[in-house]
C-alpha cells in the first residue's frame, strides 16, 4: 500500500491563481479531510468528507472547495489564492472517526507546502 | 467547542531519561485520543490510539493513558533516544472531526 499521497510537495502561487492539492488513499478509507498548518495555529480542519459524495466544512473552509467523486480521491481546490493561504496542507484518511476502534486510526500524507506571493 | 491543550510547549531531556507529555481537552464526549509524532518537514505518523472505553495503550517504550473523565491523557516515554526527538501531537475524535492540540516539541541530548 502506498498509504496516503499528496501532489505537489511545493508550490508558488501568484494571488489570484487557483490551483488544486490532491490527495489520494489505496486503502479503501471512508472518512478523508484536509488539515492546515501554521506556526503557532496547529492544524486546523479545513473540509472532511465520510465517503464519496459527501462533503463537509471544518473550522477554517473559507477559500477552499473540496468534492468526493471516488473513494480513492480527496481533492482540494484553491479559487483564487491569497497570501493568507501560505501553509502546509495535510491530507488524512481512516475506516472511520467515532466508534470504529483501531479502524479510526488517522493516516497522514507527506504535506504539501504552499507559498502565495 | 473541543479546545486541547498540550504541556509543556517544549521540552529538553538528556538520554536515558523517562519523560510524560502531557494533554488535556475540554470536552470528555470523545470516541478515541490518538498520539502522533512529527519529524521537521515531514508528516504526521500515528503512534498510538486509545479509544473512550479504554485507559491506556502501549507500544514498545510508548505508553498512553487516557482518563476521560477528567479530560486528560499521558504519554510516557521510557528511556529516551535522541532519535526520539521530534514534536508531539495529542488528538482527540469527536463524531466527524479530529481537534488537535499544538504539540510539544521534545529534544533528547545524547
Known amino acids: 500500500n502506498a498509504g496516503v499521497t499528496q501532489t505537489p510537495k511545493f508550490q508558488v502561487l501568484k494571488t489570484g491563481q487557483s490551483m488544486t492539492l490532491q490527495c489520494a488513499q489505496d486503502?479503501?478509507?471512508?472518512?478523508m479531510s484536509w488539515y492546515r498548518q501554521d506556526p503557532g495555529m496547529g492544524l486546523r480542519l479545513i473540509h472532511y468528507s465520510v465517503g464519496a459524495g459527501i462533503t463537509d466544512q471544518g473550522e477554517v473552509p473559507n477559500g477552499y472547495n473540496v468534492s468526493r467523486s471516488t473513494t480513492e480521491d480527496f481533492p482540494l481546490r484553491l479559487l483564487s489564492a491569497a497570501p493568507s493561504q501560505t501553509s502546509v496542507y495535510f491530507c488524512a484518511s481512516s475506516y472511520g472517526l467515532a466508534g470504529a476502534g483501531r479502524k479510526d486510526t488517522q493516516y497522514f500524507g507527506p504535506g504539501t507546502r504552499l507559498t502565495v506571493l | 467547542k473541543q479546545e486541547v491543550t498540550q504541556i509543556p510547549a517544549a521540552l529538553s531531556v538528556p538520554e536515558g531519561e523517562n519523560l510524560v507529555l502531557n494533554c488535556s481537552f475540554t470536552?470528555?464526549?470523545?470516541?478515541?485520543l490518538q498520539w502522533f509524532r512529527q519529524d521537521p518537514g515531514k508528516g504526521l505518523t500515528s503512534l498510538l490510539l486509545?479509544?473512550?472505553?479504554?485507559r491506556e495503550q502501549t507500544s514498545g517504550r510508548l505508553n498512553a493513558s487516557l482518563d476521560k473523565s477528567s479530560g486528560r491523557s499521558t504519554l510516557y516515554i521510557a528511556a529516551s533516544q535522541p532519535g526520539d526527538s521530534a514534536t508531539y501531537l495529542c488528538?482527540?475524535?469527536?463524531?466527524?472531526?479530529?481537534?488537535f492540540g499544538k504539540g510539544t516539541m521534545l529534544l533528547v541530548s545524547p
Open positions: 470536552d470528555s464526549a470523545i470516541y478515541n
Open positions: 486509545i479509544q473512550s472505553s479504554q
Open positions: 488528538a482527540v475524535h469527536g463524531y466527524s472531526t479530529l481537534t
Open positions: 486503502m479503501n478509507h471512508e472518512y
